[in-house]
T-cell receptor, first 112, second 112 residues
Framework: GNSVTQMEGPVTLSEEAFLTINCTYT??????LFWYVQYPGEGLQLLLK?????DKGSNKGFEATYRKETTSFHLEKGSVQVSDSAVYFC???????????FGRGTSLIVHP | EAGVTQFPSHSVIEKGQTVTLRCDPI?????LYWYRRVMGKEIKFLLH????????ESGMPNNRFLAERTGGTYSTLKVQPAELEDSGVYFC??????????FGSGTQLSVL
């Protein structure tokens, strides 16, 4: 079946540090890949997506590249801010399906 | 434009009681999804409505859970009778064509 594996959290960083949150997936075919973010007290929001191999999704300084050969979609940001503190969820959606499969989420805490 | 609204935001009940969660999707969104996240684990799919029809209910854990979407507008998820393992955050999401999901802020259910 389809599954998403994320690195364990929490990830604790100082402001302006480099961020990587690892995500790998298992799926048949060529799923679409997503990163969602949940800020405290809010619902999940789509952060970025990629729909085919080697595509790079980007938004708000965050980037992730769809790597078919390593089945990965790692999230990166060059310089994090305190306001980036949130829970980040990696997800996949199989081709032809309306149902995303989510990982367990990775909590990010950024200190001033 | 109003987002996805869930009610209540928190619910604390005793084992054996009944609880009903409500979700109001974004107006015009035909697709409505229910997901659940147990503490620290994956966000698990429960079911998917297209308008008033259940398109996929493969994630519903057992027959103590009943979801409805009368008239294709708001949806309810009833748990009867509630068990301890039903505790978690219940998320509702809606979408127009399945590409991007809009999430509510969730209902935190605690069964004591």
């Amino acid at each position: 079946g389809n599954s998403v594996t994320q690195m364990e959290g929490p990830v604790t960083l100082s402001e302006e540090a480099f961020l990587t949150i690892n995500c790998t997936y298992t799926a048949t075919g060529y799923p679409s890949l997503f990163w969602y973010v949940q800020y405290p007290g809010e619902g999940l929001q789509l952060l970025l997506k990629a729909t085919k191999a080697d595509d790079k999704g980007s938004n708000k300084g965050f980037e992730a590249t769809y790597r078919k050969e390593t089945t990965s979609f790692h999230l990166e940001k060059g310089s994090v801010q305190v306001s980036d503190s949130a829970v980040y969820f990696c997800a996949l959606r199989p081709l032809g399906s309306y149902i995303p499969t989510f990982g367990r989420g990775t909590s990010l805490i950024v200190h001033p | 434009e109003a987002g996805v609204t869930q009610f209540p935001s928190h619910s604390v009940i005793e084992k054996g009681q009944t609880v009903t969660l409500r979700c109001d999707p974004i107006s015009g969104h035909d697709n409505l999804y229910w997901y659940r996240r147990v503490m620290g684990k994956e966000i698990k799919f429960l079911l998917h409505f297209v308008k008033e029809s259940k398109q996929d209910e493969s994630g519903m854990p057992n027959n103590r859970f009943l979801a409805e979407r009368t008239g294709g507008t708001y949806s309810t998820l009833k748990v009867q009778p509630a068990e301890l393992e039903d505790s978690g955050v219940y998320f509702c999401a809606s979408s127009q064509e399945g590409e991007k999901l809009f999430f509510g802020s969730g209902t935190q259910l605690s069964v004591l």
